[in-house]
């Protein structure tokens, strides 16, 4: 079975770490998360699945960002009893040669409406 890694910005860390005031299982729900999103990249021939309601392309990136990013819109958090409507969102980008996942932004989307494109931009300066 083939590997894929994964990567995580600083602020990404910060980000989770934060979000885990609101949501105290995330660190558990996050790991699942992950597996879950490893499953349907495998399943759906090492790509991003978005003919779905989980994961959405993000578009309006500037012409030199190399990589599709993506937001997760389903994210499970056991503590708050919402299901995968929790209202957490995930950026990230998918590398399929080389079989990786960075994680960019973890928010919430009351407080954030839409993911931080300059940050993804910046990766690729």
Do not use: H, W
């Amino acid at each position: 079975m083939t590997q894929i890694d994964i990567g995580y910005t600083k602020k990404f860390i910060k980000e989770k770490k934060k979000l885990a005031r609101k949501c105290p299982s995330i660190e558990s729900d996050f790991e699942d998360f992950k597996q879950a999103l490893k499953v349907d990249i495998k399943y759906n021939n090492y790509s991003v699945p978005t003919g779905n309601d989980k994961y959405f392309r993000i578009s309006g990136l500037k012409e030199y960002v190399t990589l599709p990013a993506f937001v997760a819109k389903a994210f499970y958090c056991e503590k708050m009893n919402k299901g995968m409507k929790s209202g957490f969102r995930i950026t990230f980008i998918y590398d399929p040669s080389e079989m990786f996942i960075y994680f960019v932004q973890f928010y919430f989307k009351s407080k954030d409406e839409i993911e931080d494109k300059d940050r993804i931009n910046n990766l690729f300066k």
